[in-house]
């Protein structure tokens, strides 16, 4: 089990940056291949950014603006995101997964202003 806990959303404006982070708590983090996902409301979550147990692999929806990045010391990974556009608006949800099993965080929000 892992208590995932996000941080760092708000109110930016579009062309801006804001940087996501997620503290693990629990089962020894470098375990967990993670991953940002987000969601607006009446639609589906969707892939955000995801990065493997040793950082090596990282993927991305857009990875000209997103990076992605972990700290297995600090058990807490991030997500970079530049040049911010409306449609970024989204609560940004946090995922730890094994093979067995999917944890998710409670979710902070980011709203982009146009």
């Known amino acids: 089990q892992v208590q995932l806990v996000e941080s760092g959303g708000g109110l930016v404006q579009a062309g801006g940056s804001v940087r996501l982070s997620c503290a693990a708590s629990?089962?020894?983090?470098?375990?967990?291949?993670m991953g940002w996902f987000r969601q607006t409301p009446g639609k589906d979550r969707e892939f955000v950014a995801a990065?493997?147990?040793?950082?090596?692999s990282t993927y991305y929806r857009d990875s000209s603006r997103f990076t992605i990045s972990r700290d297995n010391a600090k058990n807490t990974v991030y997500l970079q995101m530049n040049s911010l556009k409306a449609e970024d608006t989204a609560v940004y949800y946090c995922?730890?997964?094994?093979?067995?099993?999917?944890?998710w965080g409670q979710g902070t929000q980011v709203t982009v202003s146009s």
């Open positions: 995922n730890a997964r094994t093979n067995w099993n999917d944890y």
């Open positions: 990065i493997s147990r040793s950082g090596v």
């Open positions: 629990g089962r020894t983090f470098s375990v967990y291949d």
